[in-house]
């Protein structure tokens, strides 16, 4: 399934099935980005980043992909499991008085048995 | 060892009070941030300070008062708490290679 949105969206997904969690970035100057992953009463973790000058970057069961065309940032997972579900953001990193990572609006991910 | 540890991690009290928050990272990062999370989830950033040098300050009322003893500490001071202060409120450091933060767990502020 995929998903794109402004609020907090939800993306439903059965266990096996793959995950497509998408992000629109607003800075065509940022450099890098990162998605992160942030389950119930924790802090965000890192899953996987991403360089302006690459358009897809692969780690183990997720792949990122960027389109600085149209500004897209995009997070697919394979093979969801239910140790997957959490809020996912992307973020960019901004120059100019310090490096600053700004947030997208998140994604919750639920994953049915 | 916990990279980056907040305290408390709940923290109740009324409108009109002082509270501080407490941060430390034991990663050797230079860089360490305050962002805000609202009750939808939004991540905003609040502050950050390089080796105990403000050098981020996002328009955050000047009743937050970030202080950093030195370049492993990173504490927030809030003065005249309001309701809208509720919220979880996150620390995290950067090191020089790199742009990922690592982020502490947070404190959930509930202003009553």
């Known amino acids: 399934g995929e998903s794109v949105g402004l609020h907090l969206p939800t993306l439903s997904v059965q266990e096996g099935d793959n995950s497509i969690i998408n992000c629109a970035y607003s800075?065509?100057?940022?450099?890098?980005f990162i998605w992160y992953k942030q389950e119930s009463g924790k802090g965000p973790q890192f899953i996987i980043d991403?360089?302006?000058?690459?358009d897809k970057r692969q780690g183990q069961r997720v792949t990122v992909l960027l389109n600085k065309t149209v500004k897209h940032l995009s997070l697919q997972i394979a093979a969801t499991q239910p140790g997957d579900s959490a809020v996912y953001f992307c973020a960019e990193n901004t120059h100019g008085g310090g490096n600053k990572l700004t947030f997208g609006t998140g994604t919750q991910l639920k994953v049915e048995l | 060892d916990t990279a980056v540890s907040q305290t408390p991690k709940y923290l109740v009290t009324q409108m009109g009070n002082d509270k501080s928050i407490k941060c430390e990272q034991n990663?050797?990062?230079?860089?360490m941030y305050w962002y805000k999370q609202d009750s939808k989830k939004f991540l905003k950033i609040m502050f950050s300070y390089n080796n105990k040098e403000l050098i981020i300050n996002e328009t955050v009322p000047n009743r937050f008062s970030p202080k950093s003893p030195d370049k492993a500490h990173l504490n927030l001071h809030i003065n005249s708490l309001e309701l809208g202060d509720s919220a979880v409120y996150f620390c995290?450091?950067?090191?020089?290679?790199?742009?990922?933060?690592?982020f502490g767990s947070g404190t959930r502020l509930t202003v009553v």
């Open positions: 990663l050797g990062h230079d860089t």
């Open positions: 991403i360089r302006s000058n690459m």
């Open positions: 995290a450091s950067r090191g020089n290679r790199g742009y990922g933060y690592t």
């Open positions: 800075n065509s100057a940022s450099d890098y």
